[in-house]
């Protein structure tokens, strides 16, 4: 009986992981793994705000959660600059479809509206911006600014306005990433004065341009 427990188990195991990978690794099916996902997480911040530790409840109700989300998302994806762009306003979008539903099954109300239009407007530019942290040069500066300078400004953001009725962790961690995503890049894909400039400037741009806009709402 051995030698038929090996020869029937063998053969089927290696026949169908290349299956799954070579469906993996179209295109169209990453992309539809993240729209499912982008759903599914976006319930789950929902619920994370009744289980995460104070210190990281922040996370389930900010910006930077969906928008660090949506980059992992599309990251993962590894599609080309236009389909990430649009992958990155449909996730951001389903994110927050997804975040109302699971309030309205936790018989919260959740107006969409604001964040849905947010997710439109910048969700293409954090789309290409993951797409390009797989670049080098001027590419993966620009990236890495985008994404840094969300995660700083809204730090400073969560820092100065919103710092009475928060913990301050979450919004120093953020700020922490964002600076360790900007200095990651410039040692490993980011060379030259020009794409360094664009980097750093860009980051300082970008958290500025967001605290101004943040506060505004």
């Known amino acids: 009986m051995?030698?038929?427990?090996?020869?029937?188990?063998?053969?089927?195991?290696?026949?169908s992981t290349p299956s799954a990978r070579a469906g993996l690794a179209h295109p169209v099916v990453r992309a539809?793994?993240?729209?499912?996902?982008?759903v599914v997480l976006g319930g789950l911040t929902s619920y994370a705000q009744g289980f995460l530790p104070d210190a990281f409840a922040s996370f389930a109700n900010?910006?930077?959660?969906?928008?660090?989300?949506?980059?992992?998302?599309v990251l993962w994806s590894r599609l080309r600059t236009a389909p990430a762009a649009v992958?990155?306003?449909?996730?951001?979008?389903?994110?927050?479809?997804?975040?109302?539903?699971?309030?309205?099954v936790r018989s919260y109300v959740y107006d969409p509206?604001?964040?849905?239009?947010?997710g439109v407007v910048?969700?293409?530019f954090v789309g290409v911006a993951a797409s390009w942290l797989r670049a080098t040069g001027v590419r993966?500066?620009?990236?890495?600014a985008l994404l840094a300078g969300i995660g700083v400004g809204e730090s400073v953001y969560g820092l100065k306005v919103v710092r009475e009725t928060t913990s301050p962790v979450y919004w120093?961690?953020?700020?922490?990433?964002?600076?360790?995503?900007l200095a990651g890049l410039l040692v490993r894909r980011v060379r030259g004065a020009l794409p360094v400039a664009l980097a750093a400037g860009g980051t300082v741009l970008v958290a500025a341009t967001f605290f101004l806009a943040y506060s505004s709402l």
Do not use: E, N
Not at 62 to 73: E, F, K, P
């Open 32 to 38: 539809g793994v993240v729209v499912v996902l982008s």
């Open 122 to 124: 910048a969700g293409p």
């Open 2 to 15: 051995t030698p038929t427990v090996r020869s029937t188990s063998g053969p089927t195991a290696t026949a």
């Open 113 to 118: 509206l604001l964040f849905s239009a947010v």
């Open 62 to 73: 900010s910006a930077s959660g969906w928008t660090v989300l949506t980059a992992l998302l």
């Open 140 to 144: 993966a500066a620009l990236g890495a």
């Open 87 to 104: 992958l990155g306003a449909v996730s951001f979008v389903l994110l927050v479809l997804g975040y109302m539903a699971a309030s309205q």
């Open 172 to 181: 120093t961690v953020i700020g922490v990433a964002g600076l360790a995503l």
